[in-house]
């Protein structure tokens, strides 16, 4: 291969599959970030790495790992998934009983290491790492004024944002931590780590999942159950909204920083971001799939040969679906586990076949038969329709398309990398319109109401059955209007 042809073809810095931007092929949200805190456990650094994968899902760009043994930092950060970024010497370096992890997803071109976290500083009381999953709204606004006051800045993150709020203030940690996140609004779960001390926080709408668990008389958190179980740790509660859980020498103490706001965790984390072995506000998330399925069949039936669902988020949903009409479940597509992240750009030709990289039809199932495809959500609607054609071109005689979300219409300022809201197919085309350009013989959502029943939520009590919806309704939870400053998707 000539150098010529090296030069366009390789990594030109960009992954081509990732995110929402223009180089993503693929067009599905993507996730933030995922985090875990480990406090009292002699094997802290091993107990993370086994967490962390345990959250790849949430961020396949870089992973780091900050650990304390009470007098100094031990730390390691690269970009790739949890284990190229780890081997056996670098987590036997890795030595202490305290620690914070982090595993990232960036937006293209800001995927650089300096922003991969934990963020680890040095400050006027020692030394200081934090790690965090979501989005601080306010953030340009606030870095702005503190940059004018002369605070440099070593990261384009938001999570640096909080450390020099807390660096700047004369209180103890603890109450300087509290007044940073009183100047936050946002979507965020927050682990900030001392040399012996780890301090946890929710923000005031719980929008991002943060859990507590033990192994032993260590404390674990993780952004999902499912690192607690990989683990052996047994779940204690999710850690509430506006809570500020402080570990130290006399256990743990549980504060808070601001009484709770409406209680709002992100309802796309139920829909499809969180892994299906995880559990939510008490809720399995693959039952609570399966009851959004269940419930779509009620709301929207359609006579067809068989169900089938998008691998693999939408599978447990159109496993609800087949068991509530009788109609069987088949697997209908198979996903390509091995895609991962690509290096190569695609040629537009490429790009348009860019789903069948992801998945494949299986056309003896298929052929000749009337489909139900489920999914979880529609973005730009690209995917959709390739997956729609994708059984056609197999043989389905008929294509019935049935979302177990609502109409996903407006971005998100809280942590998940959404389009522009003129790119969201659902806020410019009505469902009709929709239909027609997925090419689908029936195209139905997920009502509000049926979203908020599998979910177990109680709409007479809690806000929307305790959840955020706004990129289907457009109502934040927060403040978003921050005089043309505001920051959308992910600010980890
Ligand atoms: S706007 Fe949507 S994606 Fe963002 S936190 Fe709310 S429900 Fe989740």
Redesign the pocket.
């Known amino acids: 291969m000539s150098d010529e042809l090296n030069k366009q073809t390789l990594w030109t810095g960009d992954y081509y599959n990732q995110g929402t931007g223009p180089n993503d092929i693929f067009d599905t949200l993507k996730e933030e970030c995922g985090v875990f805190g480990v406090y009292g456990h002699s094997e802290a650094a091993s107990l993370s790495y086994y967490g962390l994968h345990a959250l790849q899902h949430r961020g396949e760009e870089s992973a780091g790992l900050c650990v304390s043994d009470r007098n100094q930092f031990h730390y390691h950060r690269g970009m790739g998934l949890v284990k190229e970024v780890f081997d056996k010497d670098t987590l036997g370096s890795l030595t202490g009983d305290i620690s914070i992890g982090h595993v990232r997803y960036s937006t293209s071109g800001d995927s650089r290491l300096t922003n991969a976290q934990p963020l680890v500083f040095r400050y006027r009381a020692g030394e200081l790492a934090l790690a965090t999953n979501g989005n601080i709204v306010n953030a340009p606004q606030i870095r702005r004024e503190l940059e004018e006051a002369g605070s440099i800045f070593q990261t384009t993150s938001d999570t640096e944002v909080v450390a020099h709020l807390i660096a700047r203030s004369n209180k103890p940690l603890v109450e300087a931590a509290k007044d940073a996140f009183r100047q936050i609004v946002g ?1 965020f779960a927050f682990m900030i780590m001392t040399n012996e001390q780890l301090i946890v926080a929710s923000d005031p709408n719980g ?1 991002r999942p943060i859990t507590m668990g033990r192994l032993g008389e260590a404390y674990i958190f993780a952004s999902e159950t499912c690192a607690l179980e990989t683990i052996g740790a047994e779940l204690v509660r999710d850690v509430q909204p506006g809570e500020l859980l402080i570990l130290d020498q006399h256990g743990l103490i549980e504060d808070r920083y601001i009484e709770p706001q409406r209680k709002a965790l ?3 984390e139920y829909i499809y971001f969180a892994r299906p072995d995880s559990d939510m506000n008490g809720a399995n998330l693959h039952a609570a799939r399966k009851r959004m399925g269940s419930v779509m069949a009620q709301e929207s039936f359609i006579d067809a040969d068989l169900v089938t669902g998008v691998p693999d988020s939408s599978i447990s949903a159109a496993i609800g679906f087949a068991e509530q009409t009788g109609i069987p479940y088949e697997l209908g597509m198979i996903k390509n586990k091995y895609t991962g992240r690509t290096f190569i750009q695609p040629s537009q030709e490429l790009r348009e076949q860019g789903v069948k990289m992801k998945l494949s039809a299986v056309r003896r199932v298929v052929e000749g038969k009337r489909v139900v495809m489920i999914d979880d959500s529609i973005v730009r609607g690209t995917t959709s329709r390739r997956i729609v054609n994708m059984l056609r071109d197999a043989g389905a005689t008929e294509v019935h398309v049935r979302i177990t979300s609502p109409p996903f219409k ?1 971005p ?5 990398d959404t389009p522009d809201r003129r790119e969201l197919i659902a806020s410019t085309m009505s469902i009709e319109e929709m239909r027609k350009e997925l090419n689908a013989d029936s195209l139905t959502f997920l009502s509000f109401e049926g979203l908020i029943k599998a979910v177990g939520g109680d709409n007479s009590t809690d806000y929307k059955g305790g ?5 289907f309704d457009n109502d934040y939870p927060t403040q978003t209007d921050f005089g043309g400053e505001e920051q959308f998707g992910c600010g980890c």
């Open positions: 979507g929008l992100c309802s796309m407006n998100c300022f809280y942590g998940i959840m955020c919806m706004a990129c």
